[in-house]
Every structure is written in structure tokens, then in C-alpha cells.
């Protein structure tokens, strides 16, 4: 059983279009995550969300939105897409949002990414 | 700004062989993980260490946190061939209230040869 899935694996667009990756998880945490893994794999967190609130929104363009129509989900829609926004997206989760409960920053669970390429 | 830089960059080793990676970082920090990612994987926890221990032991794996250093390494033991990745420290701190995050290293390719 997959614990935490994203779709699509791969996501190939033109440049200006606007796509949305999807993430659920059936673990059962309160908080999801979304990150940017660059070519160089550097891992940098964009967004997380614990019972559907916005809890971390780093400086990510306002072209990137996402959204938590409940908590296990969290999708992750982008507008106007640009070359530099081709990179792979994960999508992780957590047990309790960090700075809460015994130990803060709780292990966290990822998808398998999406590899989003920009033509 | 980035918090972990890790060295090397590459290891390549031969089975059998124990594999060492290091994790420097800058701030203060709360606890310490590392991470595994498969090529073409997402990442997979390896382990947790708290900022009040010094080591920690989960099967062939031993993390060390030496918090005066700002500085981690994992010890893979016996490397085999399944052990070749990436992988990451991530390092958690206090923050404002709920709003702490992972900051990730740049990681470690291990390369273990059969």
C-alpha cells in the first residue's frame, strides 16, 4: 500500500501553461508538505499545510498555489509555467506539525515526485 | 539559506566496506535525520537523532551528533550494493511556534560496488 502518492509521475508542458500535481497520504498525519528538488538535488521546502491550514509558505512565486481540500490531501497547482520551474516536486507528510508534541520535527513520509519539465 | 553541506560529495566503495558521511550545519538545532533517496525515489528516513544524544544505532547504520561541532556523520557498516544512493542530513529547529521546518543538505552519493 502506497503511504504517501503523487500524480502525475511526470509532467512534461509547454512553457506559460498552468498544471496541478496531486498528493495524497493514508497515514493518517496532520501535515503535508511540498518541496523543489533542483538538478543539483538540493531539496528546499515550499509549502506545508497541518488540517488543511498554511502553517509554511516560503518565498515561492504567488504563480505556485497550493491547496488542502482536506488533510490528506495537498495539491500543488502552478500558472504561467517558466523554465525554471522544471525541477522534481515531492510530496511529503508528517505525523504532527513541527514544534508540537514529544519531538518537533517528526519524521516525514514522501512520495515518489513528479518530474516536471518545461519545453 | 542552506543549513547542512555534506561531504563528500561522492563516495565510491566496495561491498563489504564501511561507508562514512558527514554533515556540518550552522544554527542551533533541535534534532538531526538523515534520509535515504533511491535514484528516481523519494526520500526514506534512516534515523533521528535529538540534539541531548551523542550517538545512535539502528541495524547497520551509527549517527553520531556532536552539537558543539554543529556536525553529524552516519557510518553505514558491511556496505552492500542496496546501499547505493543519496543521502541527506536534515536538520529541525525551534522556530516561531508550529512553524518550524527540515532544512535539508546538499547530499552524499554513495556508490557501493558489487
Known amino acids: 500500500d502506497t503511504a504517501v502518492s503523487q500524480t502525475p509521475k511526470y509532467l512534461v508542458t509547454q512553457m506559460g501553461n498552468d498544471k496541478s500535481i496531486k498528493c495524497e497520504q493514508n497515514l493518517g498525519h496532520d501535515t503535508m508538505y511540498w518541496y523543489k528538488q533542483d538538478s543539483k538535488k538540493f531539496l528546499k521546502i515550499m509549502f506545508s499545510y497541518n488540517n488543511k491550514e498554511l502553517i509554511i509558505n516560503e518565498t515561492v512565486p504567488n504563480r505556485f498555489s497550493p491547496k488542502s481540500p482536506d488533510k490528506a490531501h495537498l495539491n500543488l497547482h502552478i500558472n504561467s509555467l517558466e523554465l525554471g520551474d522544471s525541477a522534481v516536486y515531492f510530496c511529503?507528510?508528517?505525523?504532527?506539525?513541527?514544534?508540537?508534541?514529544?519531538?518537533?520535527?517528526?519524521?516525514?513520509?514522501f512520495g515518489d515526485g513528479t518530474r516536471l519539465s518545461i519545453l | 539559506s542552506q543549513q547542512g553541506e555534506e561531504d563528500p560529495q561522492a563516495l565510491s566503495i566496495q561491498e563489504g566496506e564501511n561507508a562514512t558521511m558527514n554533515c556540518s550545519y550552522k544554527?542551533?538545532?533541535?534534532?538531526l535525520q538523515w534520509y535515504r533517496q533511491n535514484s528516481g525515489r523519494g526520500l526514506v528516513h534512516l534515523i533521528l537523532i535529538r540534539s541531548n544524544e551523542r550517538e545512535k544505532h539502528s541495524g547497520r547504520l551509527r549517527v553520531t551528533l556532536d552539537t558543539s561541532k554543529k556536525s553529524s556523520s552516519l557510518l553505514i557498516t558491511a556496505s552492500r550494493a542496496a546501499d547505493t544512493a543519496s543521502y541527506f542530513c536534515?536538520?529541525?529547529?525551534?522556530?516561531?511556534?508550529?512553524?518550524?521546518?527540515?532544512?535539508f543538505g546538499t547530499g552524499t552519493l554513495l556508490a557501493v560496488q558489487p
Open positions: 544554527t542551533s538545532i533541535n534534532n
Open positions: 511529503a507528510s508528517s505525523q504532527d506539525p513541527p514544534g508540537q508534541g514529544t519531538y518537533s520535527n517528526q519524521p516525514q513520509h
Open positions: 536534515a536538520t529541525g529547529s525551534y522556530g516561531d511556534g508550529a512553524t518550524n521546518k527540515l532544512i
